[in-house]
């Protein structure tokens, strides 16, 4: 019990990094070692710098070089279900998790020519891009025919599926009360969607 005490509990590790993420949540920062050990319930500094170690260790948080805490990239990791969510009929309930998922990871393939957009308006709706959704986009110079393409057509930015026919490049929205876009002066390809983020509230 006193090795526990001093050292801390290992097994509830997970819900202390939880409550560490809460907090950078709201404050984009990691708190003190104080402000863990109040946070945490630990009154003593020896169990928060036990605690500190292992997320260290489990590559979780770091150090800085002002010998301040602050997340790593597997510390924004959430857990990955086990099984996928059937979207037609129920499957047999299963709480098992397997693996760890960073978001960044699973949408960005290059961070430094990578940006996000925030959707505006309903013209691609069908594609299943809605207004106030996150565009992850891509940038790149090139796009081929059927990708999600933020362009530049006749100075002004647009998100749109790229299109092509006898008269040339088009941009197509992807719901009907809206008409395809022709190019009067010049067509240039921004980047390419390369993912999609919407918030429910």
């Not at 190019?183 to 240039?188: A, M, R, V």
Request: proline residues 6%.
């Amino acid at each position: 019990m006193f090795c526990e005490w001093i050292m801390g509990n290992p097994n509830r590790d997970n819900e202390y990094l939880g409550k560490l993420q809460d907090y950078y949540a709201d404050y984009r920062s990691l708190p003190s070692y104080a402000v863990i050990g109040e946070m945490l319930g630990m009154a003593s500094k020896s169990a928060v710098s036990a605690l500190v170690k292992r997320l260290m260790l489990a590559g979780f948080i770091e150090m800085t070089p002002d010998k301040r805490l602050a997340p790593t990239k597997r510390f924004f990791e959430r857990e990955l279900a086990d099984f996928p969510v059937p979207a037609g009929l129920p499957a047999a309930a299963n709480d098992a998790m397997s693996e760890a998922l960073s978001i960044d990871d699973y949408l960005i393939n290059r961070p430094s020519a990578t940006i996000t957009i925030r959707v505006r308006g309903e013209s691609m709706i069908e594609a299943g891009i809605h207004d106030g959704d996150v565009a992850i986009v891509e940038k790149r110079p090139a796009a081929r025919v059927g990708d999600i393409v933020v362009a530049i057509i006749d100075g002004e930015y647009t998100l749109k599926e790229l299109g092509r026919d006898k008269q040339g490049f088009v941009l197509l929205p992807r719901n009907p009360e809206f008409s395809p876009i022709r190019p009067k002066e010049g067509l240039e390809i921004y980047g390419v969607l390369v993912g999609l983020v919407r918030k429910y509230r």
